[in-house]
């Protein structure tokens, strides 16, 4: 997606889409895919969306959170997990 084209699709999010974008985004078992599935937005917009929306304190402490977190990319996920995150993100999905 052109940079373009991501800034117009966060742009035209709603303010529950947003809320939604930033709670799936700190719940540690939520992928940045399902993020993807449920509201339509990349990982590099998922950053921009939280580097906008959060305190510079809190988007640093978010991504060093981040960083490395086999939990947050489906393909590092080691095949020992077993909850769902699309069970997750339907529950925060409703909270908006």
């Excluded at 990349?42 to 988007?59: G, N, T, W, Y």
């Amino acid at each position: 997606m052109s940079h373009t084209k991501s800034l117009e699709k966060i742009t035209q999010l709603s303010a529950g889409d947003i809320s939604a974008v930033i709670q799936m985004a700190w719940e540690d078992r939520t992928t940045f895919e399902t993020i993807q599935e449920r509201i339509g937005v990349s990982e590099s917009d998922v950053i921009k969306i939280m580097r906008a929306e959060l305190k510079p304190d809190s988007f640093k402490l978010w991504r060093k959170r981040m960083k490395g977190r086999a939990t947050k990319h489906r393909a590092l996920r080691s095949s020992e997990m077993k909850f769902s995150d699309y069970a997750i993100a339907d529950h925060r999905r409703a909270n908006c």
